[in-house]
């Protein structure tokens, strides 16, 4: 029973181990960003003693978050605490743009070639690899009547090329299908001293001409003259 003791309290020294807290980083955000191969994260700033594990790391679009570190002002007393940043990166505009050409009436459509444009820094001259196709075909048809006169045509692209920071979109080109040349050769005569000169003619060369056509039928000679 506790009547029965007498209770002695000694004066000893209490030894209390006390940890470092461990801190709250700072809220760290930033607004969605297009990618950009010419940013490095030490561009993008931070609050007092927040920093970067790799600063010069170029953010881009398949990773969502970077380490950082936070170092408070005590660090006596206060962990340095490592965590992650998140940030959303969007791919890049690129235009694919189909190149103009000319061909002649008569003559087949040149091969189509394109050009890129929105490709960023170091990329313009050396672009990302790209998965998928790019398909160029046009309206023009010599085996179409209604579609192979002198005129305009237009150039569409279409596929699926896809790259891991750049989106792409495409832009038509324009077929100019000139007249063709037809060469004309006037006939030598002959006359008699004194005599009035003779009926002036003139030849076609027959490989001029295409899908059937004539002189008679493609050739206005009403401005023809002699001299």
Not at 92 to 100: C, E, G, Q, T
Not at 213 to 222: F, I, L, W
Request: charged share 10%; glycine share 6%.
């Amino acid at each position: 029973k506790a009547g029965n003791y007498a209770v002695s309290v000694s004066n000893l020294p209490v030894r209390v181990n006390i940890s470092k807290a461990t801190p709250t980083p700072p809220a760290v955000s930033f607004s969605p960003m297009s990618y950009d191969p010419t940013r490095v994260l030490s561009s993008l700033s931070l609050p007092a003693g927040v920093t970067w594990d790799s600063p010069s790391t170029v953010p881009t679009v398949s990773v969502t978050s970077y380490p950082a570190t936070f170092t408070p002002a005590d660090t006596v007393n206060y962990n340095i605490v490592n965590f992650n940043i998140p940030i959303t990166i969007t791919k890049a505009p690129v235009v694919i743009k189909a190149d103009n050409k000319p061909t002649t009436y008569g003559q087949a459509a040149p091969a189509f070639t394109y050009t890129f444009s929105g490709f960023i820094g170091p990329d313009i001259e050396n672009p990302p690899p790209r998965t998928g196709n790019i398909t160029a075909s046009t309206d023009y048809d010599r085996d179409d009547p209604a579609k192979r006169g002198v005129g305009t045509y237009q150039i569409i692209l279409s596929g699926n090329p896809m790259s891991d920071n750049y989106a792409y979109t495409f832009e038509s080109g324009i077929l100019t299908v000139n007249k063709a040349t037809v060469n004309v050769t006037a006939e030598n005569k002959s006359v008699v001293y004194g005599s009035a000169a003779p009926q002036y003619t003139f030849t076609y060369n027959a490989a001029n001409f295409f899908y059937g056509d004539t002189p008679a039928s493609s050739v206005n000679t009403s401005g023809v003259t002699f001299n």
